[in-house]
């Protein structure tokens, strides 16, 4: 079986339990299994148990953000050694671009990052899509490294048949988070100001790329923006974003540039899973497509962008 580590920092703590929930499925098939330091018992030592796996481990998985690169120790020590062994051929280093960062510039930046062409998870539509994909790389190396040998064993197991026996206890030690109605109001309204950002650059990079297009963006109140689309001076499509429509909250779109609108095509509500909050749709506008989606605020602003782009398209 396939040792995986996780090089990550603790504010990127959920993301990492997401990423081990797609692995899963390689666990049960018996391919592979991981680790991170989390799963250090009491009473063991902290700096030797995370050495000793970054020393044997087969795959070694950089959950790659700003505060990945911002830690000393995961920069510095994880990091550093894990290329070391990497560029021996002692083990496979995969970067795992979690959150946009300057991460090519890094001493990792010549290997090929996941997902895609190391497009941050938090920036696909849906994040169980781009852990899928970081889940086939995973899979992929772990079938290049092959068997294993027999004989091998865990690094924080004792060697010797006079030493204590190994504590045998389940893996999914995952406690299950709870939000409270502050933290999905301060979501939402995170998620809506990053849309009205989205929608303004988006539309200033639309008309310096096309001569005959141009667009407006209005930013009417905190709860509310709209934005139009013209080409050749004819207007070929209007939105009107806003918080808080009536019955079912959210943020919603409307096809119509009207700061008084309550009516709207299409609504993003704020839900929650066990581990994280995320965007889902009503799939009004797409008779049903995007509901099973959980959207970050990239996939939401691009689900609207897209529903406001289409008639230039």
């Not at 009491?42 to 796996?53: K, L, R, Y």
């Not at 008084?260 to 049903?288: K, P, W």
Request: hydrophobic residues 40%; contains cysteine; charged residues 25%.
């Amino acid at each position: 079986m396939t040792t995986v580590f996780f090089s990550y920092c603790h504010a990127d703590e959920a993301l990492r339990d997401q990423l081990e929930r797609q692995l899963k499925i390689l666990q049960r098939q018996g391919l592979i299994e991981t680790w991170h330091d989390r799963r250090i018992e009491a009473g063991q030592e902290f700096a030797g148990e995370i050495d000793a796996h970054i020393e044997a481990d087969e795959i070694i998985l950089l959950l790659v953000s700003p505060d990945f690169l911002n830690s000393d120790y995961c920069y510095e020590v994880e990091m550093t050694r894990a290329l070391e062994r990497h560029n021996a051929g002692e083990a496979i280093v995969i970067p795992v671009i979690l959150r946009d960062c300057l991460w090519k510039g890094a001493p990792f930046g010549k290997i090929l990052g996941v997902p895609t062409d190391g497009r941050p998870v938090t920036q696909w539509p849906d994040i169980d899509h781009a852990f899928r994909l970081v889940a086939e790389a995973v899979q992929a190396a772990a079938k290049r490294v092959g068997s294993p040998q027999a004989a091998k064993r865990s690094p924080s197991l004792p060697v010797n048949g006079s030493e204590p026996d190994q504590v045998i206890r389940s893996s999914n030690l995952r406690v299950a988070k709870t939000f409270t109605d502050r933290d999905h109001d301060a979501f939402q309204t995170e998620a809506f100001d990053y849309m009205a950002k989205y929608f303004e650059n988006s539309l200033s990079e639309l008309s310096s790329r096309n001569a005959e297009v141009d667009g407006t963006f209005r930013r009417l109140d905190a709860n509310r923006f709209s934005a139009v689309v013209y080409r050749d001076g004819r207007a070929l499509s209007r939105c009107t974003v806003f918080m808080g429509g009536q019955h079912f909250g959210g943020i919603a779109y409307s096809t119509t540039e009207n700061a008084a609108t309550n009516g709207f095509n299409e609504n993003l509500t704020v839900e929650a899973d066990e581990q994280t909050l995320f965007l889902r749709s009503m799939g009004m506008a797409h008779f049903g497509q995007n509901k099973d989606q959980k959207l970050t605020f990239e996939g939401a602003a691009e689900t609207y962008w897209q529903m406001f782009i289409k008639p230039l398209q």
